[in-house]
């Protein structure tokens, strides 16, 4: 293993840890709208969570997709902070437990 790839594998697992911050925060954000939504409005509300819902679908599935076919380091990483992060603000915030 020569010192640029030992380099390129360090950036991309910083790449993924701040894209997995970012991605864990938002996350927290849209599920708490959408759980304070449902509570409020039920199913009725649906239509006014489509963009949390689709930022979820994206933070959990489209770009770990991508993300992980231009470098697995990255994307594991990613993988890693978001479940972790969105996981503990799930538990403080959502469930509020």
């Known amino acids: 293993m020569t010192f640029d ?9 910083i790449s993924g840890f701040c894209f997995g911050i970012f ?3 938002y996350s927290v954000f ?6 304070s939504v ?3 409005e039920g199913a009725a509300g649906f239509l006014s969570c489509i963009p949390q819902l689709l930022f979820l679908v994206v933070a959990f599935f489209l770009f770990p997709v991508w993300f992980i076919a231009k470098t697995t380091t990255g994307g594991f990483i990613y ?7 969105f996981s503990k603000g799930y538990n403080k915030y959502i469930k509020k437990g």
Not at 80 to 85: E, K, Q, V
């Open 30 to 35: 849209a599920a708490s709208k959408i759980a």
């Open 38 to 40: 449902w509570e409020r």
């Open 5 to 13: 790839e030992i380099i390129n594998y360090i950036l991309y697992g």
């Open 79 to 85: 993988y890693a902070i978001l479940i972790y992060f």
């Open 23 to 25: 991605a864990s925060r």
